[in-house]
C-alpha cells in the first residue's frame, strides 16, 4: 500500500527580544506528532539583543531578519519566505498544548478541499502569569469587545459560533463553517493562535496578499468572498503569555489606537483596513464606542457580566480600559489634527 504523502507545514514566528517565552513554543512544537521533517519553522526577528537568536538556533529554526522590527511585516514575510503549501501561524508566547495539534490540523484541510483555513479551539492563559492576559487573550482590547464581542476562550469560542452562525457539519475534531452571505460576520484572525492556512490557495487566489504588507491580516474575510470553508478545532488549545505586565498591556492598546488614527501600514492591517468588509450598521458602530465607554454604566454592566460568568475579577478593569483607550482616542486624535509628530515605531510602545 503506497505511503500517503505528507506536506510541508511552514510555522511563521515573529519574534523581538522573545526569549522569555520563545523556548517554550519550540518546545512544543518539538513535542508534536505531525513528523518534524515535514515540518519548517521560519523565525522573523527584528533585531533582538536577548537570547531569542541563540535559542532559534538550537531549535534549528530558519532565521529572517526583519527590518521593520513590527509583526505585520514579519508575517507578510512569512507569507512570502515559506516554501509549505501550509502556512500555520505562531506568535512567540503562543504554545501549542496539544501535540496532535498540527497532525489534526493537516487531516482536517486535506480531508475537504473546501477548507482553506482551520482555527484552534481558542486561547488558555496560565496562572502564573498576570490576570490581565485572561481578558487580553479573551478580547484583546476594549475596542474590539465593543465591536466584536467575539470571546477566544476555549468554553465559549466554539459555542458562540455555533449558537450565532449556521454550521456547515460536525466532525469529530471539530466544527466547519461557511460565513458566507452573513451579514454580521465574525471576526476571526487567522495570523496567530495556530492558525492552519492553505498557503498555496492563498497564493493563486489572493496575490496581493504577497505584495500588501497588511493584506494577510484580513484573510478571512477575502476567503469569506469565495465561499472557503472554515473550520474550528474542538480540542485544540493554545496556552497564550502576551502581557508580563498591566504597564505592559496598556502600551498595546496605546498602540494599536495610534495605529489606527494615523493609518499606519499596522493600523491598515487592524480595524482602519478591515472596515471596508462591514456592511450596514457595522460601519458606523464605532462612533458608538466613545458614548458606550462614557457612559460607564454599559461598560460596567459588561464587566459584572464578565467577572460572574468567568469567575474571574479581572474582567471588572473594563470600564476603566474603555475610558482609558476613549481618552487616547482623544489626544492622538488632537495631536494629529494640529500636525504634532509622534513616535509611530513598534508595537505595544
Same mark, same amino acid.
Given at each position: ?9 511552514? =510555522?511563521?514566528? &515573529? ?44 531549535? @534549528?529554526?530558519?532565521? *529572517? ?48 478541499? @473546501?477548507? @482553506? ?14 490576570? =490581565? %492576559? ?22 465559549? *469560542? ?36 495556530? $492558525? ?23 484573510? !478571512? ?8 470553508? =472554515? &473550520? ?23 498602540s494599536r489606537v495610534k495605529s489606527n488614527l494615523y493609518s499606519t501600514?499596522?493600523?491598515? &492591517? ?5 472596515? @471596508?468588509? !462591514? ?26 457580566? #464578565? ?13 476603566? #480600559? $474603555? ?5 487616547? =482616542? ?12 509622534? %513616535? #509611530?515605531?513598534?508595537?505595544? %510602545?
Open positions: 500500500m503506497k505511503k500517503e504523502k505528507k506536506e510541508l507545514v511552514s =510555522i511563521v514566528i &515573529a519574534t523581538y527580544n522573545s526569549s522569555r517565552t520563545l523556548e517554550k513554543v519550540l518546545r512544543s512544537i518539538q513535542k508534536q506528532s505531525y513528523s518534524r521533517k515535514n515540518i519548517e519553522i521560519l523565525i522573523i526577528d527584528g533585531g533582538s539583543k536577548d537570547k531569542t537568536i541563540e535559542i532559534s538556533k538550537k531549535y @534549528r529554526c530558519k532565521l *529572517f531578519h526583519n527590518p521593520k522590527i513590527d509583526q505585520v511585516y514579519a508575517k507578510y514575510m512569512g507569507y512570502v519566505e515559506a516554501k509549505g503549501k501550509y502556512l500555520l501561524f505562531l506568535d512567540s508566547d503562543e504554545i501549542l498544548e496539544n501535540r496532535d495539534s498540527i497532525k489534526a490540523k493537516v487531516e482536517m484541510m486535506t480531508k475537504d478541499k @473546501r477548507i @482553506r483555513a482551520v482555527v484552534s479551539a481558542g486561547y488558555n492563559t496560565s496562572s502564573l502569569v498576570h490576570p =490581565i %492576559n485572561n481578558y487580553l487573550s479573551e478580547f484583546g482590547d476594549p475596542f474590539s469587545f465593543f465591536m466584536y464581542r467575539n470571546s477566544k476562550d476555549p468554553k465559549h *469560542f466554539l459555542k458562540d459560533l455555533v449558537n450565532k452562525y449556521k454550521k456547515n457539519y460536525d466532525v469529530k475534531s471539530g466544527v466547519v463553517f461557511s460565513f458566507y452571505g452573513e451579514k454580521n460576520p465574525p471576526f476571526i484572525e487567522l495570523t496567530s493562535m495556530g $492558525c492552519l492556512i492553505d498557503r498555496a490557495y492563498v497564493k493563486k487566489m489572493f496575490p496581493d496578499v504577497f505584495r500588501k504588507v497588511w493584506e494577510h491580516t484580513h484573510l !478571512f474575510y477575502l476567503l469569506n468572498s469565495k465561499k472557503a470553508l =472554515i &473550520a474550528v478545532m474542538n480540542d485544540d488549545v493554545v496556552l497564550h503569555d502576551s502581557a508580563p505586565t498591566f504597564s505592559g498591556y496598556l502600551k498595546k492598546i496605546r501600514k499596522m493600523g491598515k &492591517a487592524g480595524f482602519i483596513g478591515r472596515e @471596508r468588509f !462591514f456592511m450596514g450598521g457595522k460601519r458606523i458602530k464605532k462612533y458608538l464606542f466613545i458614548g458606550y465607554s462614557l457612559s460607564v454604566i454599559f461598560p460596567l454592566i459588561d464587566a459584572v457580566y #464578565l467577572s460572574l460568568s468567568r469567575k474571574k475579577m479581572i474582567y471588572l478593569v473594563h470600564p476603566f #480600559l $474603555c475610558v482609558y483607550s476613549v481618552i487616547l =482616542i482623544i489626544y492622538y486624535y488632537s495631536l494629529k489634527t494640529f500636525g504634532v509628530k509622534i %513616535n #509611530l515605531q513598534g508595537y505595544g %510602545n
